[in-house]
T-cell receptor
Framework: GAVVSQHPSRVICKSGTSVKIECRSL??????MFWYRQFPKKSLMLMAT?????????EQGVEKDKFLINHASLTLSTLTVTSAHPEDSSFYIC??????????FGPGTRLTVL | RKEVEQDPGPFNVPEGATVAFNCTYS??????FFWYRQDCRKEPKLLMS???SGNEDGRFTAQLNRASQYISLLIRDSKLSDSATYLC???????????FGTGTKLQVIP
């Protein structure tokens, strides 16, 4: 299947700092990528839809000024958690689809905010 | 009503048993359906797509019932390695937005 990479895989930061997570589609072009968050023992929750060359679409309850999404190319989307706080600690996963409906997921980024 | 609902389990079954999961969805216009498997602290991986005619892949059988708006996953001859959380995924709309169920946890016991 298609490959999606994420970087970093794990990050620990101090409260108040900003963290950028990269999501790359390695062997397909993704006009749309999705960002999810997953708290321990909970389901994946869609945060936003990242659209190449345009603004992201955020789900209800997700602060767009806190979670900045940039989709500058067909293979790269970034999520920046601004002024991170301990409650933002979570597992962040991106996904993208190729020419089919199937979504391919990145390996995830585990964020811990101290 | 949630868009996609699953019994969270856990389902504890002995090796070799047959186990079935159901998932209901609320949007009658939903177009595509999938089962994903997620191991602890890992990303979801596609297990199989679900087609209207039903489909089988080895020990796994998926079925779709559009009239009742549910999909199912049947696992035969369970293996210890099948222990995971199984996510029901539904795609609706003209683009690839998908909605996840909360997942059903399966634990296969020796």
């Amino acid at each position: 299947g298609a490959v999606v990479s994420q970087h970093p895989s794990r990050v620990i930061c101090k409260s108040g700092t900003s963290v950028k997570i990269e999501c790359r589609s390695l062997d397909f072009q993704a006009t749309t990528m999705f960002w999810y968050r997953q708290f321990p023992k909970k389901s994946l929750m869609l945060m936003a839809t990242s659209n190449e060359g345009s603004k992201a679409t955020y789900e209800q309850g997700v602060e767009k000024d806190k979670f900045l999404i940039n989709h500058a190319s067909l293979t790269l989307s970034t999520l920046t958690v601004t002024s991170a706080h301990p409650e933002d600690s979570s597992f962040y996963i991106c996904s993208g689809g190729g020419l089919t409906d199937t979504q391919y997921f990145g390996p995830g980024t585990r964020l811990t905010v101290l | 009503r949630k868009e996609v609902e699953q019994d969270p389990g856990p389902f504890n079954v002995p090796e070799g048993a047959t186990v079935a999961f159901n998932c209901t969805y609320s949007n009658s216009a939903s177009q595509s359906f999938f089962w994903y498997r997620q191991d602890c602290r890992k990303e979801p991986k596609l297990l199989m797509s679900v087609y209207s005619s039903g489909n089988e892949d080895g020990r796994f059988t998926a079925q779709l019932n559009r009239a009742s708006q549910y999909i199912s996953l049947l696992i035969r001859d369970s293996k210890l390695s099948d222990s995971a959380t199984y996510l029901c995924v539904v795609r609706s709309g003209g683009y690839q937005k998908v909605t996840f169920g909360t997942g059903t946890k399966l634990q296969v016991i020796p």
